[in-house]
């Protein structure tokens, strides 16, 4: 078994990553949270899988457990799910020393963490993501929020589980598009800060290459994202060199309504466009963008831009709430390995385009 402490002083999150974890969930659990009731939210996929097995085992250690099961996809992310959950949790009686447990991929866990931070002003929970995404990204590091109407992840907070629990063989039922998702941000971690990772990525060219090496490419994702969110928890400086490629990324999710491409997929031609860009700037050493184009060919994800002109590119972008300030915070790479946030004033941006 991996393990990694995220401290962040008065707080502290574990995370622990092992193959078959989710069978010694409970064993892991009571080491960690208290409480003799848990709500256990999910999706409707997810628990159609693994639902009983876990509730079992949390019954068989008398923990007296209930599922919460929301629809799979991004909808269930909104204020109307978040009330249905308050209103399930305020009826199975979960009190302060009970605890919560997010049973799923990045809607549920954001969902669920931000239930938890907020029920009863603050209940404690526990992430166990069946995504490759969530496992290596966003179970990780406090970030939980629901969407608006008017914009993703516009009500949320900084919150973080006790533990962790990953499990890389939930990874075996997704089809290959999840499992490049996912693999889009571990390409993100090896550019902004692991060569080693980036090139050990660009040699997995088969489904059972990658999966003998997940455990190994989870935790070195995650020991970025500890460094990072550890630094800076609140993402007003280092924490944002996690957003390398996303700036294009958010412009094209949004643009196609965030459903042609995954983000993943959007944020890796958001990477090679960003990176190609800033070489022919001067900013990035000449053959990075060929190398970021070689490791995500090699991964079979899509490198190059969506079919959109300049102007909507450059609007999508400023749409995004969270630029509107005069300035944006470009995440670029020097090299592989090693980047930098360069703040440019908006009106700059079209050198980037
Ligand atoms: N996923 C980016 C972050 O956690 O800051």
Known sequence: MREISLELGSVSSEIKIKKGMLKDAVTEIKKYVEGSKAAIITDENVFSLYGSS????????????????????????????????YSELVSLNITRGDFIIALGGGVVGDLAGFAASTYLRGVEFVQIPTSLLAQIDSSIGGKVAVDLDEGKNLVGSFY?????????????TLNDRFIKDGLGEAVKYGCISDIGLFESLMNMKSRELLFNNIEDIIYRCLLIKKETVEADEKDKGLRMTLNFGHTFGHAIEKYFNYEKYSHGEAVSMGMYHITRKSEELGYTEVGTAEKIREALGNLGIEYRMPEMTSKEVEN?????????????????????????????????????I
Do not use: M, W
């Open 54 to 85: 876990l509730k079992d085992s949390l019954l068989s250690e008398g923990i007296a457990a209930e599922y919460i099961v929301v629809k799979p996809g991004e909808q269930s992310k909104s204020v109307d799910t978040l009330k249905k959950v």
């Open 160 to 172: 973080h589980p006790k533990l962790v629990l990953i499990d890389p063989e939930l990874l075996n």
């Open 316 to 352: 999508a972008i400023l749409l995004d709430k969270k630029n509107i300030s005069g300035n944006l915070n470009l995440i670029l790479l020097r090299k592989i390995g090693i980047c930098f946030i360069e703040k440019i004033p908006v009106s700059s941006l079209n050198k980037f």
